[in-house]
């Protein structure tokens, strides 16, 4: 399987692969979950299969949802690998960081940070908390007919659990929006005007209050001012 297949990423976890199995068919990506040598070999192949389960479990539930995600394409959970879709485009991290390379999105950048809302809003009212929100886990597929039709693409679901509790979506958005302030504290509406994030990332709650029910967002708003007020103190307190 990995014969033909070229490594594109490699975290602590899993080893991520682009293959072409089927040559007439669309590429593919391979996430590997490879055993711990410092672990007994029956923990490690109850901790992949688990692991593995669950986020073929969550793509299921985010695609049902109406999320835009990678499709499912396989599982092996003896090797503990997972097959799906691989998309075609550019992580929403790239775009920001380096707007010249990618001034037709960077001039509509206020409809990604809508859609990114967006997604973030279906993703939670299914229940579903992603755990590892930043923007390289956000792609922009392409091909992009217009700029204005951008399609934002979460992926890697490998921390992501259901949760109804109004905290796990809160914290999620949290992450998210510290994402934003560390990785792009200055982001470019245009290649020559820029913005503090925490604009930017005030357009993605916008939106993704936009797509909530009243009752809902007012809970999560207060909510997230909590998450907000202990981060600060923690962050004080060193």
Known sequence: ??????????????????????????PILIKHRFPKTYRHPSLNQQLTTQRLTFEARALTRAAKAGLDVPGLRGIDLKTGVLLIEFIDGFTVRDVL?????????TRHINHILHQIGIQLAKLHSA??????????NMIIRLPTPEPTTAQVVLIDFGLSFVSSLVEDKAVDLYVLER???STHPHLSITPSIQKPSSEHFERVLEAYGSHLPTK???LLQ?????????????????
Do not use: C
């Not at 229940?127 to 390289?136: K, V």
């Open 1 to 26: 399987m990995f014969s033909h297949s070229n490594l594109i990423k490699q975290g602590a976890e899993a080893k991520i692969y682009k293959s072409s199995l089927i040559p007439s068919e669309p």
């Open 97 to 105: 960081l380096d707007p010249k390379s990618h001034q037709n999105l």
């Open 127 to 136: 229940d579903l908390i992603h755990g590892d929100l930043t923007t390289s």
């Open 179 to 181: 994402a934003f302030l």
């Open 216 to 218: 809902d967002w007012n």
């Open 222 to 238: 207060t909510r997230l001012a909590n998450v907000r007020a202990r981060g600060r103190k923690r962050t004080m307190v060193g």
